[in-house]
């Protein structure tokens, strides 16, 4: 049985661990890996995880918040915090997986184990969905499957639990090993596997083989032999199996799928005899994740007829936090999918690191967890709603009522999501960002409705975990201590402001960069604090750039004497910017003006923050020798004048590409631009996360008859007649008349459709022939699949312009997952 609770001496001793023990009987109950996200310090281990950045720098932070229990890898940390329990060990991974392992071995549950290259998380949500009428389940959070993520999910297991359901996921060889011994699990299943090209891994087989070292315990294996193809049957895993297929014998063999009213209804021959059930989804990769649930359920047992009953029920799921503009002036963050602990942690983090609104309202449902008692639940929560910086509680729920006392803030309650409903109009919700999240019988997607501003059809999709992706790529290419400013002019390429700016502050990026004084005014009115360069700061724009510690650019004689003459008296060492012009021949300084520069730069009402340039063909292999004299003129420049000033600059020349291609100039800080927004002409490797997702719908559906022609001026001709497709999508948001007559494709449902005839203001026609394409389906402008740069070739452009002409009009929606 498991110990009342775990001590830290207790740990110790599981983990081998040398320690380091003030403290010895400090009861751990949570454990935490980032610094940013504690929920109750007292009862938190810190485990100094090194991911782009040594955890171990974050101890201090951690320390600061009242975390007294670490786990460590390097022992100077120890000496520090005389008073905090160290404990020392080898790889600070492996312990945290030796802890939840030890963890699972102590309670003996039935565990499902899910792995698989695509719908892991699903099948998750989905089995808990169809399952949780009858055990007491513990899950993955989100989809936290990697190293990290399995053991942090498996530690949440408490000796009340009936059914654990935890996915993993591997990215490199000798990964599974471990996630096996934390998850251990008595039945397995094995998701769509694809593994044509297994990076990390020697070829598709091995990977294959290494995800079913998942279940090399397990009592139970659901499988389809189409993806196990390749390994012996008498080298699959589990006692038993249960395989389920749609064109090979199996224990589940599925004969027929057809839609019907956007429901899938299928048909299947098990035992001998025919079964059919009804599933609410129609694309195909739902289809083949409720037929593996379907697997799923009558290999524990059920009935077809119970199976049948409880798929027709499966609701979507959605993982994403999503951050969308609300009525009134609010933003709404939208969670109203889940509430458990855990993820109400992950959201408050999200409502946390706004800053654009001066209020953060939440409005939380009951919340489900097992193991606690609702008062210690609720005070928790309570506890965690005030650390997140919280000002209003709306609480919904019979339960969370009940400890309305527990709530330190401005807060109301209601019964049932109907009653706040009908009292919305005289609630006042403005200027304030609102985090919506409840259980899903609460229904609460009826509020995000209420609250949300219609989004239109075509919408620009941001992903916010991508972003930060992206970000660490390039931290991690950095040499230490090399600062990092990033571009976020031209609205973030197109993707946001103070959306994109929130989540720079909060990964403490040095320095932000926009073109206009107009877009920095924007970002300090959203409350970014960073420091924030202006590159073309127009003398009209001098007062409030001043009074908004906007930092400009100085490119030229002129502009920095009108800057000087601008300057209030009593401002001293205002922070500037030197551009010197190397051959990009845009803005800047060169070697002649640095003459009359330096005595103008001998004054105390200025700073000279940094001296920078600009390479012209950073990413150009054929131009690598100009490159090479460029960042050589900047070298003679900057020590011209850092030699005549008495501190030192910041120097800086790289941006994107630059960082990729010439790591030797890094200098004190590079310039990341597009790499951010996920492209990078100088990688090759899949380094960078897709961040935009350009999507709208088909309005409507015409088939057209031999010689008919589409569009403007008859330039789309159909000799032999076809399906054309209406899609709300045209120049006016940034979609090129270029790729109007075919030039220009679209997804739907997977498939590339042409465009045909000429792109209109606001909508255009796709060749749909032959494609099973109806109004109302979704079509994909670009995404990882068709990408901005497949666009740009399309219409002999660049990246940058395929994403910065996606108009203001089409809306973005910001997730986080
Ligand atoms: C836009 C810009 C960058 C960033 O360029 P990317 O190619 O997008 O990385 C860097 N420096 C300056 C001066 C810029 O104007």
């Not at 184990?113 to 009428?133: M, P, R």
């Not at 090993?177 to 251990?184: D, G, K, P």
């Not at 609720?378 to 910086?389: C, G, P, T, W």
């Not at 501003?453 to 999709?461: A, N, R, Y």
Request: charged share 20%; hydrophobic share 45%; with cysteine.
């Amino acid at each position: 049985m498991i110990p009342e609770q775990f001590t830290i001496a207790h740990i110790a001793e599981i983990l081998k661990a040398k320690s380091f023990l003030p403290t010895p009987n400090s009861v751990i109950k949570m454990l935490l890996i980032d610094s940013r996200t504690i929920i109750n310090a007292q009862i938190t281990l810190f485990f100094a995880i090194a991911a782009q950045r040594d955890g171990h720098i974050f101890i201090a932070d951690a320390y600061k918040n009242g975390i007294r229990n670490f786990v460590i890898a390097d022992p100077t940390y120890a000496e520090k915090y005389p008073d905090a329990n160290f404990l020392l060990v080898q790889d600070v991974i492996k312990a945290l997986q030796n802890l939840a392992a030890h963890k699972r071995k102590l309670n003996d549950l039935k565990v499902i184990g899910i792995t698989g290259s695509n719908g892991k998380t699903i099948v998750k949500e989905w089995l808990y969905q169809l399952l949780a009428a009858d055990y007491n389940i513990v899950r993955s959070p989100k989809s936290f499957n990697s190293q990290i993520g399995v053991p942090l999910s498996v530690w949440q297991i408490e000796p009340e639990h009936t059914l654990g359901i935890f996915e993993a996921g591997i990215s490199k060889s000798g990964e599974m090993q471990h996630l096996a011994e934390v998850i251990n699990p008595t039945i397995g299943i094995l998701t769509n596997v694809r593994e044509a090209h297994a990076e990390g891994f020697a070829n598709g087989i091995e990977k294959l083989k290494e995800k079913l070292l998942l279940f090399n315990n397990a009592e139970l294996f659901i499988y389809s032999p189409e993806y196990v193809s390749g390994v012996n049957i008498d080298d699959l895993p589990g006692k038993n199996k249960f395989s389920w297929s749609l064109s090979s014998a199996a224990d589940l063999k599925i004969t027929f799928i057809e839609p019907i009213e956007g429901r899938s209804y299928i048909r299947a021959i098990y035992q001998n005899e025919e079964i059919e059930c009804l599933i609410p989804f129609i694309d195909d990769a739902a289809v083949e994740n409720g037929i593996i649930c379907w697997a799923t359920l009558l290999a524990l047992g059920y009935t077809a007829k119970e199976a049948d009953v409880r798929l027709e029920k499966l609701t979507q799921v959605s993982m994403r936090l999503e951050l969308i503009n609300g009525v009134d002036n609010c933003s709404i963050i939208d969670d109203s999918y889940s509430a458990d602990i855990s993820s109400l942690a992950i959201a408050l983090d999200f409502l946390n690191l706004q800053n654009q609104h001066p209020k953060k309202t939440i409005i939380l449902s009951d919340i489900y967890e097992t193991g606690k008692s609702s008062e210690v639940l609720y005070r928790e929560i309570a506890a965690l709603l005030i650390q997140k910086n919280v000002n209003r509680l709306i609480g919904i729920g019979s339960n969370i009522s009940s400890f309305a006392d527990l709530f330190e803030m401005d807060k109301c309650f209601f019964e049932r999501t109907q009653s706040f409903i009908e009292q919305l109009p005289a609630i006042h919700f403005v200027n304030e960002t609102i985090l919506i999240k409840g259980a899903r019988k609460f229904e609460f997607e009826r509020i995000s409705k209420l609250l949300t501003q219609k989004i239109h059809d075509t919408v620009l999709e941001v992903n916010l975990n991508a972003l930060t992706n992206n970000l660490q790529y390039y931290r991690s290419q950095l040499v230490t201590g090399v600062k990092l400013m990033v571009m976020v002019k031209a609205f973030s390429y197109g993707s946001g402001s103070f959306e994109i700016a929130n989540v720079l502050q909060h990964q403490k990026v040095d320095y932000l960069a926009v073109a206009y004084a107009d877009e920095g005014i924007a970002l300090r009115k959203a409350g970014i604090k960073m420091p924030i360069m202006v590159m073309s700061p127009e003398p009209s724009a001098f007062d409030a750039m001043i009074k908004h510690q906007l930092e400009p650019e100085i490119y030229n004689l002129q502009i920095l004497k009108s800057f000087l003459h601008f300057l209030p008296v009593d401002i001293q060492h205002y922070p500037i910017h030197l551009k010197i012009d190397t051959g990009m021949h845009r803005l800047g300084f060169e070697q002649d003006d640095v003459k009359e520069l330096l005595p103008i730069l001998n004054t105390d009402e200025l700073k000279v923050m940094s001296i920078f340039t600009h390479l012209v063909a950073s990413a150009d292999q054929v131009h690598d020798e100009f490159t090479t004299q460029q960042l050589h003129s900047f070298d003679e420049i900057y020590k011209q004048i850092a030699d005549f000033l008495t501190y030192k600059p910041i120097k800086h020349a790289l941006n994107t590409s630059g960082i990729s291609r010439w790591k030797n100039a890094q200098m004190d800080m590079v310039r990341l631009g597009i790499g951010l927004y996920g492209f990078d002409s100088a990688l090759t490797s899949k380094n960078l996360q897709t961040v935009a997702v350009l999507k709208t719908t088909v309005t409507q559906i015409k088939v057209l008859k031999a010689g008919e022609t589409v569009g403007y001026s008859r330039k789309g001709v159909m000799p032999q007649g076809g399906t054309i497709a209406t899609v709300k999508i045209g120049y006016a948001d940034g979609y090129n008349r270029a790729f109007g007559n075919g030039v220009g494709k679209m997804l739907i449902n997977g498939k590339l459709a042409p465009t045909i005839g000429s792109i209109c203001m606001d909508m255009c026609m796709l060749d749909v022939t032959g494609l099973n394409v109806k109004t109302g389906d979704e079509v994909i402008v670009f995404n990882n699949e068709q990408t901005i740069a497949d666009l740009a070739k399309q219409i002999n452009t660049i990246p940058y312009e395929i994403l910065t002409n996606i108009s203001q009009r089409v809306k973005r929606v910001y997730f986080y997952e």
